[in-house]
C-alpha cells in the first residue's frame, strides 16, 4: 500500500516536470520551423546586391533605389494590418529618425505592401496623431517587395553605400531591432 501511495506521489511530482520539459522542446521546435520558413521566404540575402526599384511615396515623391548610391538606406517593409509592423514602427521616431537626423547620408525607406493609398493614409494620419510621422511608399501590387522576399513582414534590409545588403531581418524584436540601429550607426562612420 505504501508503495502505491510512493509511486502516486512521485508521479505527481515528476509529470510536471516532464510536461513542461516536452513543451520546451515543442516552443524550441516551433520557433526553429518559424525561422526556417522565414529563411526560405527570403529572395534577398545577407551580402547579396539589393535590386534596384523605384517606388512612389504617399506625398507624390519618387524614390528610385539606385539614386541614393553612396548612402546609407533602410528599407522596411510593413502594412497597416501587421501588429509586429505597428510594434516596430512605435520604434522608429527615437530609434531610428532622431538618432540620425541630420545625417544626410542616411535614408528610412518603408514600404507598405499590397495596400491603397487610402488605406496606408489613413494609417499613417493615424499614426500621426499618436507622434509616429515619417514618408512611406507603397507598392500596392507586391512588385517591389517580390523582388526581396515571398512572404513574412516587418522585413528590414540594411543597404550599404554600395547597395550591398549588410544586414536583413524578419519580423520585429526588440534586441534585433536595437542591434539594427548598431549597425546603422556603423556604416555611418
Given at each position: 500500500m ?13 509529470a ?17 520551423s ?13 551580402g ?9 511615396m ?10 541614393l548610391?553612396?548612402k546609407?538606406v ?18 522608429i ?9 541630420g ?29 509616429i ?7 500596392p ?9 515571398k ?11 554600395n547597395g550591398?545588403v ?8 526588440v534586441?534585433?531591432?536595437a ?11
Amino acid at each position: 500500500m505504501r508503495s502505491a501511495l510512493y509511486i502516486r506521489v512521485m508521479a505527481g511530482l515528476v509529470a510536471p516536470v516532464i510536461f513542461a520539459a516536452s513543451m520546451r522542446v515543442n516552443a524550441q521546435n516551433e520557433a526553429e520551423s518559424m525561422r526556417k520558413a522565414m529563411e526560405e521566404a527570403s529572395i534577398i540575402k545577407t551580402g547579396d546586391q539589393a535590386p534596384d526599384f523605384s517606388v512612389e511615396m504617399l506625398d507624390g515623391r519618387f524614390l528610385k533605389l539606385s539614386d541614393l548610391k553612396g548612402k546609407v538606406v533602410l528599407l522596411n517593409f510593413w502594412a497597416t494590418w501587421c501588429g509586429p509592423c505597428m510594434m516596430e514602427f512605435k520604434e522608429i521616431p527615437d530609434k531610428i529618425l532622431k538618432r540620425f537626423e541630420g545625417k544626410s547620408d542616411f535614408v528610412f525607406i518603408p514600404v507598405s505592401r499590397e495596400e491603397t493609398r487610402e488605406t496606408v493614409r489613413n494609417k499613417m494620419d493615424q499614426l500621426k496623431r499618436d507622434g509616429i510621422d515619417f514618408p512611406v511608399g507603397m507598392d500596392p501590387d507586391k512588385a517591389i517587395y517580390s523582388l526581396y522576399a515571398k512572404s513574412y513582414i516587418p522585413r528590414n534590409y540594411l543597404i550599404d553605400r554600395n547597395g550591398k545588403v549588410v544586414h536583413a531581418s524578419t519580423g520585429y524584436d526588440v534586441k534585433e531591432f536595437a542591434a539594427l540601429a548598431e549597425k546603422i550607426e556603423d556604416l555611418l562612420k
